[in-house]
Structure formats: C-alpha cells, structure tokens
C-alpha cells in the first residue's frame, strides 16, 4: 500500500513542477557575443513567448527588454542604448498603462508618469534631477 501512494506521490510532483517548463533560444554575432536572448514556457498544451533581451557586438545592454504575463500581455518593457537605461514602461494585468520612465543622458530619470487600473494618471513628475 506505501509503494502505490509513494508512486502516485512521485506521479503528482512530476506532473505539477514540469522539468522543463522554460526554453531559452540564443542568438550570437559573428564575434561570439550575445545578440539576443528570448526565454519561453510551455503553457498548456503550446509555448509562449515570456521574456526577450537584447545586446549590442560589444555585449553592452541594447534594444527593447521585454516581458510577457501568464496572459501573453506585455508587462514590461526596458529600452537601453548602448548599455545605458533610456525608458521603462509597465502595463496593469488589464493591459491599461501603469507607469512610464524616461532617462536623460546621464541616466537620471527626466519623466515619470503613473496611472491606476481605470487609467487615471496619479502621478506625474518631470525633471526630478534638475
């Protein structure tokens, strides 16, 4: 009788904490380094697209960072150029804005702005370092 619940024990687990639920798929510049990374998993019976970053041939942080929700939803997004930080935008579960943040060129943030789940703006700061 303990050998049939410790199967059905090893049975559930398996079966609730997939081995390999993510999939990552790299892309490289002739040099070696990365190009992009963009990270899946498996969601029901397909795949879904979960995160993506992106880098210049020097390696540094470049391009659009990108993450998806259990819903295949945008829920975030990070901007960098040439390894500095330029813009970050988020999204409520609904798909409403949540915030937005934009950098200057020294990486200080130059615009904030804020909105609640009905898309009310709650916040909205300009300049925050001069």
């Given at each position: 009788?303990?050998?049939?619940?410790?199967?059905?024990?090893?049975?559930?687990?398996?079966?609730?904490?997939?081995?390999?639920?993510?999939v990552?798929?790299?892309?490289?510049?002739?040099?070696?380094?990365?190009?992009?990374?963009?990270?899946?998993?498996?969601?029901?019976?397909?795949i879904?697209?979960?995160?993506?970053?992106?880098?210049?041939?020097?390696?540094?942080k470049?391009?659009?960072?990108i993450?998806?929700?259990?819903?295949?939803?945008?829920?975030y997004?990070?901007?960098w150029?040439?390894?500095?930080?330029?813009?970050?935008?988020?999204?409520?579960?609904?798909?409403?804005?949540?915030?937005?943040?934009?950098?200057?060129?020294e990486?200080?943030?130059?615009?904030?702005?804020?909105?609640?789940?009905?898309?009310?703006?709650?916040?909205?700061?300009?300049?925050?370092?001069?």
């Amino acid at each position: 009788m303990n050998l049939k619940i410790y199967i059905f024990l090893v049975f559930l687990i398996s079966r609730t904490f997939p081995q390999n639920s993510r999939v990552t798929h790299t892309e490289t510049y002739i040099n070696g380094n990365i190009r992009s990374i963009t990270n899946h998993v498996k969601h029901g019976k397909g795949i879904r697209k979960w995160s993506r970053e992106e880098y210049d041939k020097k390696g540094r942080k470049h391009g659009a960072w990108i993450g998806w929700d259990e819903n295949g939803l945008m829920s975030y997004e990070t901007v960098w150029e040439f390894g500095f930080h330029r813009q970050y935008r988020e999204w409520h579960k609904n798909g409403s804005k949540k915030l937005i943040i934009r950098y200057d060129d020294e990486g200080n943030v130059a615009l904030m702005k804020k909105w609640d789940e009905e898309g009310n703006e709650i916040i909205k700061t300009s300049s925050l370092n001069g």
